[in-house]
């Protein structure tokens, strides 16, 4: 149990030491427990090749060809994950030294190395799923202008057929008023003929 002096002295040592105050002293303070880059926030180490991950990055890109933030964003998921699977598998050989496996170690690589390879997946299956509802609602956006494309066809070619249904009995009908005309015609031309004779 503390006695009261050491309560005090405590809390006095506390205020004095409340950690970094600069943003370089809080960067370096940052690392003090760094491992091996799983956990938190990505980035490559500076025992690993920035240029390999950005020419990886670059041959996702030119597979996969993001044309949205959303797809951009999937790449280069899949790119971290990647990485990530690749240092995992890389680390896992430091676990074997001298005849001996450090078992604790080697599991956490391994698991590791599984967790990015799903990471990895799964950034891919959404990427292609994304793709995939985006190809469908085109087709449907297509299909939905065929079905008024062929809707407008199909009446005009009503439209079309009514007018020439139409213009057809006008045509009856005027040549029914020709017939008549030319059967009174006649019947005029037979009276005159009787009456003159």
């Known amino acids: 149990m503390s006695t009261q002096a050491q309560i005090a002295a405590n809390q006095k040592n506390s205020q004095s030491s409340t950690g970094p105050k600069s943003e370089q002293g809080k960067a370096v303070s940052s690392q003090n427990n760094f491992r091996h880059g799983f956990a938190g926030a990505f980035r490559v180490l500076p025992s690993e090749n920035a240029g390999e991950f950005n020419q990886l990055i670059q041959q996702l890109g030119d597979e996969h060809q993001p044309s949205t933030p959303t797809e951009t964003l999937l790449v280069t998921q899949m790119a971290q994950a990647w990485w990530l699977r690749t240092r995992a598998l890389l680390l896992q050989n430091t676990c074997f030294t001298d005849g001996s496996v450090d078992q604790k170690q080697l599991a956490l690589y391994l ?56 213009r057809r009995q006008e045509l009856h009908k005027w040549n029914v008023l020709l017939a008549q005309a030319r059967v009174d015609n006649q019947e005029l031309q037979k009276m005159k003929l009787e009456k003159a004779a």
């Open 111 to 166: 698991r590791y190395q599984t967790t990015n390879e799903r990471a990895f997946h799964k950034a891919l299956n959404e990427l292609l799923k994304l793709r995939a509802e985006k190809r469908k609602a085109e087709i449907g956006f297509e299909s939905q202008q065929l079905k008024q494309s062929r809707a407008r066809q199909q009446a005009e070619e009503h439209a079309r057929r009514q007018a020439v249904e139409k």
